[in-house]
């Protein structure tokens, strides 16, 4: 029987918001969360927004790692204003209920890079400050230690000696910060990182890792190191006395993407609370459209292909509210671009909510003063202002969460049915059994692309690049091309991923290859260095790498092919990125053979 998340209880939770730990001390009523699920508990956590580049903004320049006595400095670093009491009622009356707050404790408020790991209390007291302002809004609060000038590079050293030290502090961090918060009731949750797990414990950090080169750990071994540090941290904060021993935990997933900790080598920690572990993972698909820094070039979203992408990556995290432990989206979104909104912005967060309550999930926007504006208090304006206005947790009192969740999956299938098949006019029809050649391409700054990945995409592209690709019908020889005179800047500025694709290619021509007889830069033919194979990922999709720096070549020989058989000086990177006419592509064109290889 699922919890009826109740009038009664919203209502306590709004009347005694304001407890903090002094108040605690002198003897009020809390609000008691504690016969609550971790499940349970997040219902109750409504949407989210983070409090972004605050507490979290470090300063990258010379003086890295200085901490000086004034907390403002940092929190006004990366261009946002001091925090007010005023600011965080804003955001409750907007619609969110749960603030996360992401802090810079090691680079802002030690001496790590010289062995000490204490906190300085100037900045302990402003963190604890602004959790005060937001726990008397009304707001839940999450705490976390956020990528922080990339000390977590330090767990994946050469040095013993470092990688000692690494758990120490980290511990030691949140011993301080477990012990400062030992009375604040169940509303404030403590996350164990935000994306530093796993995928950056190789980081070299100029200010950490001084004594050492990083240690390039096996993804086994950062799977493994990322299960050890998170059982740290919940063993860590249990010991610390207080409301800690039963405190909600948010446990980072590994890299907080979602196939990573979707992934069997990533555990959750055992916990001598019952039903109180949370697990995080972040949300921006497709990157090219939620994280471009230009407007005119984020790739077009909205086609129902994308709605239905969004659903089926989200619902693998129903992995463990099947388990029981509650799930947050620690972040999300479009990510606006020079103060503005790209196309179908509000469309996006209405159905990444949707399907949040559809598959019963908590998530916090992502926000640097871009959707909800600081200095005046509001949402950008009434369409997103609209989208979050009726998504609060007391709009949803009374209600169960089947109803919320039927509520949720009716709302997502409409607007998913009234969504275009595409977004694109193609030169031929595209079906599921299509078989098409084209070029996936990503610039070097990830600001310029075109349908990256095994799935033929034509509708995800940049604005303004022309795309020339063909229906394949058999073994010939094909061209394909991009232009990207039309785009913004008018041209692409070398390459961080580039592949000739052919969607369906191993179901209908298995034992065929790709053999490129030319590429032309700009018009003028160039070299390639070294010769390119055919390979596939996903049992679908052929592929024949341009550049790919990512794949390790000794064991991809045992998966490649080429037309003639001899695998003598096959590349993932025939492109040559060095090649002067690389930082200005106006068109890239290439010729290739396809046929049986022998």
């Known amino acids: 029987m699922r919890r009826m998340i109740s009038f009664l209880m919203i209502l306590i939770l709004l009347t005694t918001a304001g407890l903090s730990a002094a108040a605690a001390e002198g003897g009020a009523a809390q609000v008691d969360l504690n016969g609550l699920t971790a499940i349970e508990m997040t219902r109750l956590m409504g949407n989210g927004i983070n409090l972004g580049n605050t507490m979290e903004a470090c300063n990258n320049g010379a003086s890295f790692g200085n901490v000086t006595d004034d907390p403002s400095y940092y929190e006004t670093l990366w261009g946002q204003p001091v925090t007010t009491a005023e600011m965080l009622q804003g955001m409750k009356e907007a619609g969110f209920d749960t603030l996360r707050l992401p802090v810079a404790w090691m680079t802002n408020a030690t001496h790590l890079n010289q062995g000490d790991y204490t906190i300085s209390e100037a900045y302990m007291a402003r963190v604890q400050e602004i959790v005060d302002m937001a726990l008397d809004a009304g707001l839940f609060v999450i705490v976390n230690d956020h990528w922080d000038g990339g000390w977590w590079g330090m767990f994946g050293s050469d040095t013993a000696e470092t990688r000692k030290l690494a758990m120490e502090a980290y511990t030691g961090m949140w011993k301080q910060i477990a012990e400062r918060f030992a009375a604040y009731d169940a509303r404030l949750i403590f996350e164990s990182a935000n994306e530093e797990l796993g995928a950056r414990f190789d980081e070299n950090s100029p200010l950490y890792c001084q004594d050492s080169v990083a240690h390039w750990l096996s993804d086994s071994e950062r799977y493994a190191l990322t299960n050890e540090v998170n059982q740290a941290f919940v063993n860590t904060v249990r010991a610390c006395g207080g409301e800690n021993g039963n405190r909600f935990l948010l446990i980072a997933g590994y890299g907080t993407n979602i196939d990573s900790t979707f992934d069997s080598r990533f555990s959750m920690p055992e916990d001598t609370a019952k039903n109180r572990l949370m697990v995080s993972v972040h949300y921006y698909d497709p990157w090219s459209y939620c994280g471009a820094e230009s407007v005119k070039g984020a790739t077009l979203w ?49 159905a990444f909510l949707d399907c949040c309550d559809a598959l019963d999930f908590t998530s916090c926007l992502w926000d640097t003063s871009g959707l909800y504006l600081r200095k005046e208090c509001r949402m950008v304006n009434d369409e997103i202002a609209a989208v979050y206005a009726g998504r609060n947790a007391a709009s949803e009192s009374g209600k169960t969460y089947d109803e919320v969740a039927d509520s949720g999956m009716k709302s997502f299938e409409a607007v998913k049915e009234a969504a275009p098949e595409s977004l694109v006019e193609t030169a031929f029809e595209v079906t599921d059994d299509t078989v098409a050649a084209w070029i996936m391409f990503s610039e070097g700054s990830w600001a310029i692309s075109y349908s990256v990945g095994d799935t033929y995409a034509p509708d995800s592209i940049t604005p303004g690049v022309k795309a020339t690709d063909v229906e394949v019908t058999g073994a010939g020889t094909y061209t394909v091309a991009l232009d990207f005179t039309g785009t913004e800047k008018g041209f692409a500025e070398n390459t961080a991923f580039c592949a000739i694709g052919i969607a369906n290619g191993e179901t209908v021509y298995p034992d065929y290859s790709i053999n490129i007889t030319e590429i032309r830069l700009n018009g003028e033919p160039i070299r390639m260095k070294g010769r390119n194979y055919t390979c596939s990922d996903d049992g679908k999709c052929t592929r024949s790498n341009l550049y790919n720096e990512w794949v390790n070549m000794a064991g991809e020989r045992d998966r490649a092919r080429v037309m003639h058989g001899d695998l003598t000086g096959i590349s993932a990177t025939v492109l040559d990125r060095n090649l002067p006419q690389m930082n200005r592509i106006e068109t890239l064109e290439i010729t290739f053979q396809y046929g049986p290889h022998k």
Do not use: R
């Open 302 to 350: 909205g086609k129902k292909k994308d709605f239905e992408q969004m659903l089926m990556t989200l619902s693998k995290m129903k992995k463990f509210t099947a388990s029981g432990y509650g799930v947050v989206i620690g972040e999300y979104g479009a990510l606006p671009a020079g103060g503005e909104l790209k196309q179908n912005t509000a469309a996006y967060h209405q």
